[in-house]
């Protein structure tokens, strides 16, 4: 008979990276009657040349695994065996999540050189082996987005230069330092319906500006995007192929971060969007690592604070440590480089580190808690 599972809080991730040799687990938790996979307690992604792991998504049916290492991605099997890698990009491919209506894995990717913004829309089914190429193949398909680009390049304090990819300057609407956050989830108010690909905005840190103190999350109904707008990924000649609107566009108020939210993650069974961030440096603001969204939380047209303009503002949940100064709900727990719902109130939450020089990810199962201190708690026998 199975022991009941202890919940252990997650320690900050500066730990993880001081104890890269944590060994593999090997037994396995059910998340839902629906899957026909159980979930291991560690999945190490590999060992790589690479940049750090940025997101992971789970097929929860056939029990796949995709790791983000900014430049390359890494599937695997649940016990870790590495079934394929695609690479040969020099952009940064960050967030991840699975698309359950069309079987691929969506992600963002930055050029922030070329002031290109994409999602890249991979047919990972057709990943079978190491070293696959990304450029020029229809596996590896992108869709620009417009309204990124207007926000990145706004010359801000209007002098007629954009001063690029720095947040050192007034320039970039917003702090908009480019796209990190994916996520499949319900249009933001309420729990169901349409699925919208939501896309969170890169926030660079900068103490002295006051207009970059939102989250920004852009919603897009992506169900016909194969079709009418992705191609494959050219480095020398960036396309310009997207949808020239948005389905929406949000803020949130958290307070600065250090580029935004990192990791995005739609809870189905909670109802509740969640946001990993690394954290800010405002003194005036609490820095949490984490925050959250009801689903069922509506938008309102209000004043965002620091920017003179209007928008559509979603409130935090009441959940977590309530900052008293400010308002601000959330967590002192990091989740930033991979965050993965599974269901039942299960998660994988992903470490990064360091093995003989490369960079390794590993996903620790995890439950949710929603407790005032804590978020998740790792799952152990």
């Known amino acids: 008979m199975r022991k009941p599972f202890r919940f252990l809080p997650f320690l900050p991730l500066v ?3 001081a104890c890269p040799g944590f060994a593999v687990g090997q037994s396995t938790v059910a998340s839902s009657s629906k899957d026909s996979v159980n979930h291991p307690q560690v999945i190490d992604g590999g060992a790589w040349k690479s940049g750090h792991v940025q997101g992971v998504a789970v ?4 029990g796949h695994v995709y790791f983000s290492f900014t430049n ?4 695997t099997d649940l016990q870790g065996k590495v079934l394929g890698t695609m690479g040969g990009f020099t952009g940064h491919l960050g967030d991840l999540d699975f698309n359950e209506a069309d079987g691929r894995v969506y992600g963002s990717l930055e050029y922030k050189e070329q002031t290109a913004f994409y999602i890249a829309i991979i047919d990972v089914d057709r990943i079978d082996r190491e070293g696959m190429t990304a450029q020029n193949s229809d596996l590896f398909l992108t869709v620009h987005l417009p309204e990124v680009v207007a926000d990145y390049t706004a010359d801000m304090d209007g002098n007629g230069t954009f001063d690029g990819n720095t947040g050192k300057t007034a320039d970039h609407r917003y702090g908009c330092s480019g796209i990190d956050g994916v996520a499949f989830g319900p249009k933001f108010g309420e729990t169901g319906g349409k699925r919208f690909l939501t896309v969170a905005y890169g926030i660079y840190s900068n103490l002295d500006r006051k207009d970059n103190d939102h989250q920004v999350l852009l919603q897009y109904d992506a169900e016909a995007w194969i079709k009418q707008y992705a191609k494959p990924l050219t480095e020398a000649a960036p396309h310009r192929s997207g949808p020239e609107k948005v389905d929406g566009k949000y ?3 958290t307070g600065n971060t250090s580029f935004g939210v990192q990791n995005l993650a739609y ?3 909670g109802q509740r969007w969640l946001m990993a961030v690394y954290r800010g ?3 005036s603001f609490p820095n949490y690592g984490l925050f959250a969204i009801e689903a069922s939380a509506k938008p309102e047209m209000k004043e965002l604070t620091g920017t003179g303009e209007s928008g559509l503002l979603l409130p935090l949940a009441p959940l977590g440590e309530r900052h008293e100064a400010t308002g601000i709900r959330g967590w002192n727990q990091d989740a930033a480089v991979g965050m993965e719902p599974l ?3 299960l998660f994988y939450i992903a470490e990064a580190a360091k093995r003989d020089g490369k960079q390794t990810g590993k996903l620790f199962l995890s439950r949710w808690v929603g407790g005032e201190k804590t978020a998740f708690g790792k799952v152990e026998d």
């Not at 390359?72 to 599937?75: A, E, G, I, M």
């Open 15 to 17: 730990a993880s990276l």
């Open 59 to 62: 097929n929860r049916k056939s």
């Open 72 to 75: 390359v991605l890494v599937k």
């Open 251 to 253: 803020f949130t108020y």
């Open 267 to 269: 809870d189905k069974e």
């Open 281 to 283: 440096k405002k003194p």
């Open 343 to 345: 269901g039942n109130g």
